[in-house]
């Protein structure tokens, strides 16, 4: 038995990450090395190709078909994300129906999480640069500005007011209940004195 890992970068997931996955076997990269791992050799046993998801083979439904056309008679391929092993005996239309879900619903629902994620992260990250003047007086610090200021650190994207809502609240609550604690503050400031 032989067991052989093919990554790409038809995935979310990095090389890095592949790699990490099957760190006891060789690695090939699809497509520029595909022909390596499904080249014939005169070992006997069963030749398993690892691969994350069916979805990393290729790029294009041809491509898959070429691949699996050349896969030597004893062979099969281990997908890791759905725990299967699809058996080069299996019938071409049902793996390339599986490899067109794979990169249908599996990357691409990972990956526009992923997406998703990092989008969020940035305007977090924006939303954090004006968090300590959205609740003062719109007279000193206008939304306009504000926004305008959260929108140069999303890389010059503007932040619109739903957004910043999300994340801080309506302004005017934010800036009532602000102006709230600071009367409050000058109560017991004026107590303690």
Known sequence: ????????????????????????????????????????????GVLYIHVMSLAVIANNGEAFEDFWRQLPKNSAVHIQEDNIVLESTFPIKKAKAFWWSARRFGIAKIGGRISAEKKEAKYKRAISLIADRWPKPSKDWPTHILLKEAGLAVERKKVSYNTAIKYLGKRPIVQANYQAAQKRKERRNAKAN
């Open 1 to 44: 038995m032989t067991d052989k890992a093919l990554i790409s970068d038809l995935t979310w997931r990095s090389l890095e990450m592949q790699k990490a996955a099957f760190p006891d076997m060789p690695h090939f990269v699809a497509p520029h090395e595909t022909h390596l791992i499904l080249r014939k050799t005169q070992r006997n």
